[in-house]
């Protein structure tokens, strides 16, 4: 099973930028940010496939969330920009060897979280 470790979150402004980093045990071809705020489901925003970088986001944070990963480093990142206040959230690095990176039902490997918040 990969093991996960996020980093990068943090307090920030309405309108600011945040970049988030997981570092993975091993490679694994789809990875996914999902986020979780107080009394909210978990929901994923962003996917990525390693082969061939296709990624995917929910209409609530394209646009302005960038998915990104380094293979040879085992590293994916989450650069967030325009952040608003209901991007406040514990964001949670995710992988899976399913099939289908964009499904975020197929997740089953997380991270610990770190916590982004976003003041107004």
């Known amino acids: 099973q990969v093991q996960l470790v996020e980093s990068g979150g943090g307090s920030v402004q309405v309108g600011g930028s945040l970049r988030l980093s997981c570092a993975a045990s091993?490679?694994?071809?789809?990875m996914a940010w999902f986020r979780q705020a107080t009394g909210k489901e978990r929901e994923g925003v962003a996917s990525?496939?390693?082969?061939?970088?296709?990624?995917y986001y929910p209409d609530s944070v394209k646009g302005r969330f960038t998915i990104s990963q380094d293979n040879a480093q085992k590293k994916v990142y989450l650069q967030m920009n325009s952040l608003k206040p209901e991007d406040s959230a514990m964001y949670y690095c995710a992988a899976t060897t399913r099939r289908g990176c964009s499904d975020f039902s197929q997740y089953n490997s997380w991270g610990q979280g770190t916590q982004v918040t976003v003041s107004s």
């Open positions: 990525i496939y390693g082969a061939g970088g296709v990624t």
């Open positions: 091993i490679y694994t071809r789809c």
